[in-house]
């Protein structure tokens, strides 16, 4: 059997990575841009590893990420975030983030009364039984508890640092997302981990899988631009080339699956996902040549909704030696009346991203040997807000699968790319099995 796999990001190279263990089946990963990892892609500049998303594990121990350990033989370390130096602030005053008991018992966050709510909502949300789950979105919880301001405050937070999303965009996510996902990294033993040496770690092992197995092409700056049906086959075209597949994945945000099948019988299978909006967020990447400051391995500005990672604390391997790597990301807003106002909020984020840095790493300014801005970084190619629908991995009248962070799967960011990859690859590989048996 003949596979194409449309985008080399970290889906479209899970999803090769599983299929090329199949003696049966063989097939071409393309990939546009002249290097794989898509949004997970990792550069050195002046002795940084910078990466274009971070590569933050959220509840590495119930991961995606740890069943393909296993079950592709990756081999990767990984080093936890210190969570004693994990903080938000809130007007003006630091506090430890409640990322677990102890620093649930210090935070200046809630009085011992709402930290006995807490701790109950929590134990609710672990042993599935909590109520949220039943509601249409975090604000309709919100509206029904009888939570004090300050508890309903953490719980939108929360969504918003864990989802990277706006407090409007936090009370519009579903309650059953907000249960399974926290259901999941309140039992992890290990909530916040680095792959250690950034993704590319992980994308050139899923690469060597491909190259070793003599099965599979890797076809880079080659994108595919129309796809047809012809003799039972489905033709892809690139610049270079015209060939025919028996199965077809895509990789790639849900909006550019759309662009590629405009105008193709399937088309209108699709108009559901159309309107998708996408995760963006601001993100302000500073390599500098010293360590100025190592107060936090996180501090979080509750009231801008922006946090800086101090990402060397935790993964030393990206710095030249004594050098500091701080990434500062701001979640967006995307509602504006026209251009100038989006361009007057961008710029207030930034002011508030440069005031942060200024106030916990004085200094930064004078050693920054490395600097990347970006105001429009996609975390996500689907927000997962009741308003959009992620993209499933089948859909009905369309013979393809589909696959990436804006499909359903487990998990939220990478992990829904690994997961739903993992899906899409797993059940080709038992359609060959039963055409095998029906021989
Ligand atoms: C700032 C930022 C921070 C992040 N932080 C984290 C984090 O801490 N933890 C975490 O888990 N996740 C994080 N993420 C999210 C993570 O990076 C993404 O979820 C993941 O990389 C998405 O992978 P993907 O394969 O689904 O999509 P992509 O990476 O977008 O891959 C799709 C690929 O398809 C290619 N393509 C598109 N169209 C075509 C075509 N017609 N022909 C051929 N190729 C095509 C593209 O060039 C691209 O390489 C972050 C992202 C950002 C931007």
Known sequence: MKVAIIGGGLAGLTAAAYLSENPHVEGILFERSPQLGGRAFTYEKAGFTLNYGAHAIYGIDRHTLTNMERELGLSFSSKQVDKRKVFYAKHNQLTAAPLDAINLLKTDLLSTMQKVRFVGEITAIIANIHNLKNYATLADYLAESNADEDVKELWEHLV???FFITPEDARNVSG????????NLFLSTKPVNYVLGSWAVITNQLKQKLTTSGKWEIALQEG??????????????????????????????VQQVIKLLKGTAWEPFLAPYESNTAT????????????????????????NKLFISD??????????????????IAYLSDRFDNEEQRKAYLEEKNLQMEALFD????????????????????????????????????????????????CTGKGELAERAFSSARTAALSIVQEVQQALQNV
């Open 359 to 406: 106030k916990h790493y004085p200094g930064w300014r004078d050693v920054t040997a490395v600097k990347r801005v970006s105001k429009k970084a996609m975390v996500s190619s689907v927000k997962n807000i009741a308003s959009n629908n992620l993209l499933p991995i089948r859909v009905e009248n369309v013979p393809f699968y589909f696959c990436g962070d804006g």
């Open 160 to 162: 918003c640092s864990n």
């Open 176 to 183: 059953a997302v907000i249960s399974e996902y926290y259901h």
């Open 311 to 328: 990402v060397s604390a935790t993964d030393h391997t990206l710095v030249p030696e004594g050098g500091q790597l701080l990434q500062g």
């Open 224 to 253: 595919v631009e129309s796809l047809r049906y012809a003799d039972r086959k489905f033709v892809l075209q690139t610049k270079n080339r015209e060939v025919a597949f028996d199965k077809v994945i895509f990789a790639m945000p």
């Open 280 to 303: 963006e967020v601001m993100v302000y990447d500073v390599g500098l040549s010293r360590v100025v400051a190592r107060p936090f391995s996180y501090i979080s500005d509750m009231d």
